[in-house]
């Protein structure tokens, strides 16, 4: 079974950065896309990057882009998500998982770490 932890949230004021990590650990890890979510109180859990298994595929929201980026380490078994210049409402609880297919769809993801709190004061 595998087990995504993610890691690197905390409180940034408007402007700063963040870099996020999730480890994917089990005895067989096996993806062909991983990507990064986040869901705020009261809203759908949303799409914000995913990157495939090779590293040579990667995609973005539109309103991340420019901002936020996706990179993974093979041999870790480990993806990142590197965000700047980041804003208040970019508060939430930011979540990594993976998915045997390349999509965007939470529906698709069928692995979740257990998320990270990401805090962007003004």
């Known amino acids: 079974q595998v087990q995504l932890v993610e890691s690197g949230g905390g409180l940034v004021q408007a402007g700063g950065s963040l870099k996020l990590s999730c480890a994917a650990s089990?005895?067989?890890?096996?993806?062909?896309?991983m990507g990064w979510f986040r869901q705020s109180p009261g809203k759908e859990r949303e799409f914000l990057a995913v990157?495939?298994?090779?590293?040579?595929?990667?995609h973005y929201a539109d309103f991340v882009k420019g901002r936020f980026t996706i990179s993974r380490d093979g041999a870790k078994n480990t993806w990142y998500l590197q965000m700047n210049n980041l804003k208040p409402e970019d508060t939430a609880v930011y979540y990594c998982?993976?998915?045997?297919?390349?999509?965007?769809?939470?529906?698709?993801?069928?692995?979740w770490g257990q998320g990270t709190q990401v805090t962007v004061s003004a």
């Open positions: 089990g005895r067989t890890f096996s993806a062909t896309a």
């Open positions: 998982a993976k998915s045997p297919r390349w999509s965007a769809s939470v529906a698709d993801f069928d692995s």
């Open positions: 990157i495939n298994w090779s590293s040579r595929l990667t």
